[in-house]
């Protein structure tokens, strides 16, 4: 595949991130880089970091934003 991939995620709160990144990790796919987001980023890029180690392959994993950057603590609101 020749498209690079970043992959953001909030991994640690549900079992569906890990299992998204692994299947991300044992695919074609270019990843790049991984982007942790949404409250405790250290611990979730240790874990993501992780998983990319076990997989062998080379891929960054950054710390993002712990919280909205624009403030809005709720990211389910839909406006029309």
């Given at each position: ?5 970043l ?12 299992l998204?990144?692994l299947a991300v ?8 880089g991984?982007c ?9 890029s ?7 180690n076990?997989?062998?392959r ?12 624009d403030g809005?603590?709720d ?5 029309e």
């Open positions: 595949m020749n498209k690079k991939i992959l953001s995620t909030d991994i640690g709160s549900d079992i569906d991130d890990a998204a990144l990790l044992n695919s074609d796919i270019n990843l790049r991984v942790t987001v949404n409250g405790n980023v250290d611990a979730r240790y874990i993501a970091k992780h998983l990319v076990l997989s062998g080379e891929v960054f994993v950054a710390r993002g934003e712990s919280s909205p950057v809005h603590p990211p389910y609101t839909f406006f």
